[in-house]
Nanobody, 123 residues
């Protein structure tokens, strides 16, 4: 069982930066691939970024590539999402999730989800 708690969301102006953190409980965090997803009002949840258990491979949605960076610190049981050059269209609730199997992009392969943190980007 893995419990996930996101933090770091907030209100920022367009062009600004935020760093989201996701703290995981449980001794098996390093066995899980991790991902970030987001859901804007009236829209479906969408994939943002993912990282494998070792941190050696990452993948990003085209909409955030070159602006966002996912990383993890297995010693701290934490995964991060550094978000730069934020745009109003990045406004959403951001969720971290943990998966034990393959399928980095599809949310159906993720076993555990956090409660989410709100990110609002003003124009």
């Amino acid at each position: 069982q893995v419990q996930l708690v996101e933090s770091g969301g907030g209100l920022v102006q367009a062009g600004g930066s935020l760093r989201l953190s996701c703290a995981a409980s449980g001794p098996t965090f390093s066995r899980y691939g991790m991902g970030w997803f987001r859901q804007a009002p009236g829209k479906e949840r969408e994939f943002v970024a993912a990282i494998v258990w070792s941190g050696g491979r990452t993948t990003y949605a085209d909409s955030v590539k070159d602006r966002f960076t996912i990383s993890r610190d297995n010693a701290k049981n934490t995964v991060y999402l550094q978000m730069n050059s934020l745009k109003p269209e990045d406004t959403a609730v951001y969720y971290c999730a943990a998966r034990s199997g393959p399928g980095m992009v599809n949310g159906r392969y993720y076993d555990y989800w956090g409660q989410g943190t709100q990110v609002t980007v003003s124009s």
